[in-house]
């Protein structure tokens, strides 16, 4: 006499397809946290970190990276002790490419989830739709600043997005290092 399953192989299948969207849940979840983590640590001020500009002025047997400081208009003019920016520095008139970052979580090559900023969301969708062409199967968090001046602030060694970038770098390792334990 044998032993005889009380289950079926739809049984197996139905089991494995609910883990399957579990673990979907769980990455996508990670990920948005880790989105809402750039995308706050690029708006704030003086979050910025400078290991993301490697850059020297002046003296290049210096290699310490440039500080970065942000200052609005508002902290000049509440406080006069406060100076104005060295060069370096970003001084933020508008608030505009702040208020654009954005975050798209992608899943083979589809857009998930996101958090578009208040400025500028058309550009932002559109940079992220080109950067879902390129993952075609997996997971990407994608975070874009959507106003055209963007790339042209950071070239000349202003932090729009660059610590963001450093920073989900090395938390990405942290979090599926503790997802995969978990799973």
């Known amino acids: 006499m044998g032993i005889k399953p009380s289950f079926k192989k739809s049984d197996i299948d139905a089991h494995i397809k609910k883990k399957l969207v579990e673990i979907d849940r769980k990455i996508i979840a ?20 400078p290991s993301a500009f490697p850059i020297t002025y002046g003296n290049s047997k210096n290699k310490k990276p440039l500080s970065q400081r942000v200052i609005t208009r508002r902290d000049t003019d509440k406080n006069p002790g406060v100076k104005a920016p060295a060069f370096g520095d970003f001084l933020s008139q508008t608030g ?22 208040s400025e500028e969301t058309s550009t932002a969708l559109n940079i992220a739709k080109q950067r879902a062409k390129n993952v075609r199967r997996g997971y990407a968090l994608v975070v874009v600043a959507g106003v055209q001046y963007a790339e042209y602030l950071e070239a000349m060694g202003y932090d729009v997005i660059s610590s963001a970038e450093v920073f989900a770098k090395k938390e990405m390792s942290k979090i599926m290092t503790k997802l995969n334990s978990k799973l």
């Open 96 to 117: 505009n490419a702040k208020n654009s970052i954005s975050y798209f979580i992608l899943r083979d090559g589809a857009i998930v989830d996101q958090n578009l900023g």
């Open 30 to 49: 990670r990920l948005r946290v880790l989105g809402e983590m750039c995308v706050n640590r690029s708006r704030s001020e003086g979050g910025n970190d």
